[in-house]
């Protein structure tokens, strides 16, 4: 079970980018994620006319790794680490490892 996963509020705790807040996006492979206006590149795209690109300097969000961000839990108003919890019924759950509450995804 993933730890952070796709929609999660995060905010980096190490890099260039420490203490900014993003949504996670999207998850590129098994260790990194793409965070919502986080680890931006600048990158030369050449025209194409047949795919419609108009060429120049465009920004692109870059997968940064899992292990760079933590969970934002909005109660404290700070990061926060991850548990899993499992329930009666059997099904297992995210849940703050401060305070023990459910992680609503």
């Not at 905010?11 to 793409?34: F, H, N, P, Y």
């Not at 969000?61 to 108003?77: D, E, F, L, R, W």
């Amino acid at each position: 079970m993933n730890k952070i996963r796709k929609g999660d509020e995060v905010i980096v705790i190490a890099g260039r980018d420490k203490g900014r807040r993003g949504t996670v996006s999207l998850r590129s492979d098994a260790e990194r994620l793409v965070v919502d206006g986080i680890n931006l590149v600048k990158k030369h795209a050449k025209p194409n006319p047949m795919k419609g690109v108009a060429g120049g300097i465009i920004e692109k969000a870059m997968p940064i790794h899992q292990s760079n961000v933590a969970i934002y839990n909005k109660a404290t108003g700070k990061a926060d680490r991850v548990g899993i919890k499992t329930l009666q019924d059997g099904t297992r759950v995210r849940v703050y490892k401060s305070s023990g509450e459910e992680i609503k995804a």
